[in-house]
């Protein structure tokens, strides 16, 4: 299995603050293909009592509708995700995801907070 | 607009069969792009994969819940269900349904996300 882990678990920063989050898979999750590299590493946002809601997919596409200070990078075994000015919605668990393999697996969850 | 809609009881006795059904709307899930799927979540801890069905039938299970799952599908309507028998406190979780998107190009398929979810089902296994 494809092993996930999150740095840090518990961020705790202000409005307009940058932040980035860090995910570490356990194994390479990158494919090299003809037309390029692809990783199937997704991040979620996940508020209280509501459904994980999609970010960003194929490591660094922004899902339709998410706002671009919202963004994700890497390769291989290491991704972060970078929210460029913090703003109070975005206070919430971060989550990323592997899809490159079975079993898929999620990463433990950063939870940001307001400090 | 799709919607994915969890439901089924939401207490089950220990060594139970948990049943749990999503109807899908706004959408078919007779999809050639897309698997449907199940994650759940105990309470305040992380996010789980359970399994994913395509609406052929064609199933991918956690192998720590293989022994004991089964996902099914009714494409007539528009639903598909999960089964987990001999359940177990460390069952007790909150069960979402989502739609997970697939790629295939040049021969080379790759799993995108699940990109939409129902709003989950909180089941709690106690006697």
């Known amino acids: 299995d494809i092993q996930l882990t999150q740095s840090p678990s518990f961020l705790s920063a202000s409005v307009g603050d940058r932040v980035t989050i860090t995910c570490r898979a356990s194994q390479g999750i990158s494919n090299y293909l003809a037309w390029g590299i692809t990783s199937s590493l997704a991040w979620y946002q996940q508020k209280p009592g509501k459904a994980p809601k999609l970010l960003i997919y194929g490591t660094s596409t922004l899902q339709s509708g998410v706002p671009s200070r919202f963004s994700g990078s890497g390769s291989g075994t290491d991704f972060t995700l970078t929210i460029s000015s913090l703003q109070p919605e975005d206070f919430a668990t971060y989550y990323c995801q592997q899809l490159s393999d079975y079993p898929l697996t999620f990463g433990p969850g950063t939870k940001v907070d307001i400090k | 607009q799709l919607q994915l809609q969890e439901s089924g009881p939401g207490l089950v006795k220990p060594s139970e069969t948990l049943s749990l059904t999503c109807t899908v709307s706004?959408?078919?899930?007779?999809?050639?792009?897309?698997?449907w799927g199940w994650i759940r979540q105990p309470p305040g801890k992380g996010l789980e994969w359970i399994g994913n069905?395509?609406?052929?039938?064609?199933?991918y299970y956690n192998p720590s819940l293989k022994s004991r799952l089964t996902i099914s599908v009714d494409t007539s309507r528009n639903q598909f269900s999960l089964n987990l028998s001999s359940v177990t406190a460390a069952d007790t979780a909150l069960y979402y349904c989502a739609r997970l998107s697939e790629d295939c190009s040049g021969g080379f398929c790759q799993l995108n996300y699940f990109d939409s979810w129902g709003q989950g089902t909180l089941v709690t296994v106690s006697s």
């Open positions: 069905i395509y609406f052929s039938g064609s199933t």
């Open positions: 706004g959408g078919s899930i007779n999809s050639i792009s897309y698997y």
